[in-house]
């Protein structure tokens, strides 16, 4: 039975939550439940689908993350995710309160993020990559390197181009190895 509920989640904690679910006893608790179970019909069937697709679990990111870890540029986009899917979800039903008291309440539970989760669109690009606006000096930083490199690539060309470097030189290629000009 956990397995086919399992199969009608799209966010995937919810889906290990279905997993791990366990038989009520007690009557109050069972006609909570019920009463979450009757609002998120309620809600499916009117009011549409809160969008809470996830393409993978970004659970154990946020764990390494708590826990002092380094994450990389598409592991961070992915958390930004979890963000956005928690923010709309939370929004979704604080907006149906008359519809869904007990599901709004819960919704309450969920932190406001969005200051976060804005901050990793600032920094991060969609593919993961650091964007120059990361930092303050990041873009300066890029941008000098860059004309660094074109200094040293057009100093080189010279060097190659002239009288002494035809003679000195076999081949009039430059080349890049482990990040340098050669």
């Known amino acids: 039975i956990r397995e086919r509920l399992a199969g009608y989640t799209t966010f995937l904690p919810s889906r290990e939550l279905a997993l791990a679910l366990a038989p009520a006893y007690g009557a109050a608790e069972v006609e909570a439940l019920r009463g979450e179970t009757s609002e998120a019909v309620l809600l499916l069937a009117g009011q549409g689908d809160a969008n809470l697709h996830l393409g993978e679990n970004p659970t154990p990111l946020v764990v390494r993350a708590a826990l ?6 598409p592991e961070l986009r992915s958390v930004s995710r979890l963000l956005e899917v928690l923010r709309e979800a939370r929004t979704f039903l604080l ?11 819960a919704a309450g539970g969920i932190p406001e993020l969005a200051d976060l989760e804005r901050a990793i ?5 969609g593919r993961g ?4 606006d990361a930092t303050p000096n990041l873009g ?14 057009d100093a ?8 002494v470097g035809a003679e000195a030189l076999q081949d009039d290629v430059m ?3 482990a990040g340098r000009l050669v």
């Open 156 to 163: 080189l060309t010279r060097i190659i181009r002239s009288p």
């Open 68 to 73: 002092g870890g380094t994450l990389t540029g």
């Open 95 to 105: 907006r149906r309160r008359g519809v869904a008291p007990r599901l709004s309440e």
């Open 175 to 177: 080349t890049i190895r």
């Open 129 to 132: 990559e650091v964007l120059d």
């Open 140 to 153: 300066v930083l890029r941008r000098q390197a860059t004309q660094a490199y074109q200094a040293a690539t």
């Open 121 to 125: 669109g600032v920094c991060i690009g």
